[in-house]
């Protein structure tokens, strides 16, 4: 196995570090202040509400990804959630109760931080010197077919549940142009959040 190269492991720290990791994003604009009809049961597990870096340690598999806290987007994604729901299915939805199971986002720098696909392709190999790369089974991983070219993505899981019926949505979004160590990629991140947020919640919506 090659030495890890030092650079690396330093950008791939700095971009680990909550300043930097976790800006907050400002997602569609959407009004928050109307009263809902219905009710979301927030049922997330508490550490979907929070912000980590999942690993610290170069050859894990979790290395370069990133839960994004409730904090990190604005408005807030429970806030969104009910908003769009009560605009596009409000009367459907009336005196209803939403459990809100999941409803988690990640950012996904592997191929970033590790500096590059490895040697034989993304197709052909999902290890590199340093470590392995997170697949869908993996908390913000992703497989081939959602993510072709192997670049920085944007990945929600969102999953509710009303009147017994479940309602699951997988959402991965490639985000070409945040491959670097530039000023300007905050925000094409923080277009590419918005977005992804965006189409998670609305094929929720297309599914009640």
């Not at 052909?124 to 072709?148: H, I, S, T, V």
Request: hydrophobic letters at 35%; glycine letters at 8%; aromatic letters at 6%.
């Amino acid at each position: 196995m090659k030495s890890i190269n030092l650079y690396t492991i330093v950008i791939g720290c700095l971009l680990a570090s909550g300043c930097t990791i976790h800006p907050v994003y400002n997602i569609k604009s959407v009004d928050t202040t109307k009263t809902q009809t219905f009710t979301i049961k927030d049922n997330r597990p508490q550490t979907e509400k929070e912000s980590e870096i999942l690993s610290s340690i170069a050859t894990s598999c979790s290395y370069g990804i990133a839960r994004m806290g409730d904090d990190k987007t604005n408005p807030d994604r429970i806030s969104y959630l009910a908003a769009v729901l009560s605009k596009e299915k409000g009367r459907v939805l009336s005196d209803k109760t939403i459990t809100l199971n999941h409803f988690v986002i990640y950012r996904n720098n592997q191929i970033m931080i590790r500096g590059g696909l490895p040697t034989g392709g993304f197709t052909n190999a999902l290890l590199n010197d340093a470590g392995c790369y997170a697949k869908k089974d993996q908390p913000g991983g992703y497989d081939l077919e959602e993510n072709p070219d192997g670049i920085n993505a944007v990945v929600i899981e969102i999953s509710l549940s009303i009147d017994g019926k479940k309602v699951n949505s997988r959402t991965v979004r490639p985000a070409p142009g945040t491959a670097s160590h530039f000023p300007g990629t905050p925000e094409v991140w923080a277009t590419e959040v918005s977005e992804a947020v965006d189409s998670a919640v609305m094929d929720i919506v297309k599914q009640l």
